[in-house]
Structures are given as structure tokens and as C-alpha cells.
């Protein structure tokens, strides 16, 4: 994974050339966070440069998603 520069822009031929190698992390199971963090580079600009990529199909939040159930009065 490419360490990228952090808080500069990047040029389109550099984002370009590392877009497949962040995507393929990203569809090989790899958080954003974590791919965020091996790049150098915030969760909004990976973010943002995943959901821009047309491979890529990002997935849903994680966690306890179970709502709570109320106790029935017996």
C-alpha cells in the first residue's frame, strides 16, 4: 500500500495510478480505516476515493445493528 502524502492534494495521474491498488485492498475485506491509515491519509479522502471508483461497491456500516426488545407485560 502507498504511503501518500498527507493534507496535500494529489494529481489526477497520481490518484489515478493509486486508485486500483486502494481498491483492491478495499474489495480483499480491508476496512476504510484501515486503509486509511496504512496510506497516510484521512477516513474522508479514502472514503471519498472508494465511492468515486466504479470495482468498488462499499459496504454497510458494522457493528450490533439488533434492536432492543420490550418486555412484554405478562
Sequence with gaps: MPELPYAKRLSPEVAAR?????????????????????????????HRLLSECPDVTLRGRGGDNRTRTKKRAT
Design 18 to 46: 493509486v486508485l486500483p491498488k486502494i481498491a483492491a485492498a478495499y474489495n480483499d475485506g480491508n476496512s476504510i480505516r484501515i486503509i486509511a491509515a496504512r496510506t497516510g491519509r484521512s477516513y474522508g479522502f479514502t
